[in-house]
Each structure stands twice: as C-alpha cells, then as structure tokens.
C-alpha cells in the first residue's frame, strides 16, 4: 500500500450503499485517500434518496455518476470493499477485500436509508482508522 490508499467500493447498482460509502470516506480522508466506487450493474443515477439521506449530514453526492466496475479500476485499488452484491461483484485476486452486509436502500423509506447511512458512517470510521495504523 502506497502513502495514499485507495479504496474501491462496490454494489450492484452503484447508486447507494457504494456512493453513500465514497462521500462518507472522501468528507473523512480528505485526500489522505484515493476513493472509488463502481457497479457490477450501474444504475442511471444516484438513489435521490441516498442523495437526501447525505445531504443531512451535509455531503453532497449528487455529481457523483454509477458507473461499471472495470478489471482496471479494480487493480488500481488497495482495498476492495463489496456490498451485498453476492455473485455479482467479480473477485480479483491478490487485493485486500472486505464485504459488508448493508441493507440496499433502493426502494426504502428516508428512515430506512438514514439508518443504512449511519451504518456505513461507522464502517467507514473504522476502515479509515486501520487505513491509518497501516500507514
């Protein structure tokens, strides 16, 4: 792992969980990380209520864009971090990997998805913090 990380997150649609996730690390590591998120199936746009969910705590991901998760964006990435996406989310080997079991906020109520958010706060707290003792 280099002085800058870089973390990858995925889920399916990458219009929720994942870019909840980015803004969460990105608002937290500053740019002490280089973070990324991608889709095995990429939506058309970010959940707008992900997007609203975040707004509350004042990250703003509505210019962020789901996009594909490619074999290039994988390699470059120290830590790998899967959500709910099972079958979907290819394995590339030799890479740091963790998968978080979140509840997919597609579809949900805002108090559903608020909590999904708080989730992830405390997950990504957690990365950040090992992230740091690494380096």
Known sequence: MSDKPSVLFVC?????????????????????????????????????????????????ITDQ?????????????????????GDTCPVFPGKRYEDWKLTDPAGQPIDVVRQVRDDIQARVDALLAELQRER
């Open 12 to 60: 399916v649609h990458n219009a929720g969980r994942s870019q909840m996730a980015a803004g969460w690390l990105r608002h937290l590591a500053g740019d002490t990380v280089e973070v990324r998120s991608a889709g095995s199936e990429p939506a058309d746009q970010i959940n707008p209520v992900a997007a609203q969910a975040m707004r509350e705590v004042g990250i703003d």
């Open 65 to 85: 864009t789901p996009v594909r998760l490619t074999w290039d964006t994988a390699e470059a990435s120290d830590v790998i971090v899967t959500m709910g996406c």
